[in-house]
């Protein structure tokens, strides 16, 4: 029996300590058709992905605690085989270089944004990760 989970809208979780940020990008998100949340701080972030399962995760690589390359690790042993988008205010070869980190650890990214984000290229990048998740399901 398909877990409720499965069903119906793609989810898609904004890792991002800035709650304007998160918000924003969870906004976006609602308006190209996913249930979104915002995710303030990694604190009980495999609790959450458990729980949830989302099928996108945009994710900022500067966060208190632990880093984006953190995250990522802790993505790759869960098994997430969702898509990610990395957004982040650091230089684009360090947004790059965690591309490659996690490609090679076998994780989907679906591209990496600078901050500040230009929101109709966010929104259009959400669609095309909708439409996919949904005919991957």
């Given at each position: 029996?398909?877990?409720?989970?499965?069903?119906?809208?793609?989810?898609l979780?904004?890792?991002?300590?800035?709650?304007?940020?998160?918000?924003?990008?969870?906004?976006?998100?609602?308006?190209?058709?996913?249930?979104?949340?915002?995710?303030?701080?990694?604190?009980?972030?495999?609790?959450?992905?458990?729980?949830?399962?989302?099928?996108?995760?945009?994710?900022?690589?500067?966060?208190?605690?632990?880093?984006?390359?953190?995250?990522?690790?802790?993505?790759?042993?869960?098994?997430?085989?969702?898509?990610?988008?990395?957004?982040?205010?650091?230089?684009?070869?360090?947004?790059?270089?965690?591309?490659?980190?996690?490609?090679?650890?076998?994780l989907?990214?679906?591209?990496?944004?600078?901050?500040?984000?230009?929101?109709k290229?966010?929104?259009?990048?959400?669609?095309?990760?909708?439409?996919?998740?949904?005919?991957?399901?």
């Amino acid at each position: 029996m398909p877990d409720a989970n499965d069903l119906g809208q793609k989810r898609l979780l904004a890792i991002d300590d800035d709650p304007h940020m998160a918000e924003m990008i969870a906004r976006v998100a609602r308006k190209s058709g996913f249930d979104a949340r915002p995710l303030l701080q990694t604190l009980g972030l495999a609790q959450t992905m458990l729980a949830w399962r989302p099928h996108v995760i945009t994710l900022d690589l500067k966060m208190p605690r632990a880093s984006g390359n953190d995250v990522l690790s802790l993505l790759k042993v869960m098994g997430f085989d969702g898509q990610i988008l990395i957004i982040s205010g650091l230089h684009s070869t360090q947004l790059h270089a965690a591309r490659k980190q996690a490609e090679a650890g076998g994780l989907k990214v679906a591209g990496e944004m600078l901050k500040p984000v230009d929101l109709k290229t966010l929104g259009a990048l959400l669609q095309e990760l909708r439409t996919a998740t949904s005919r991957a399901a």
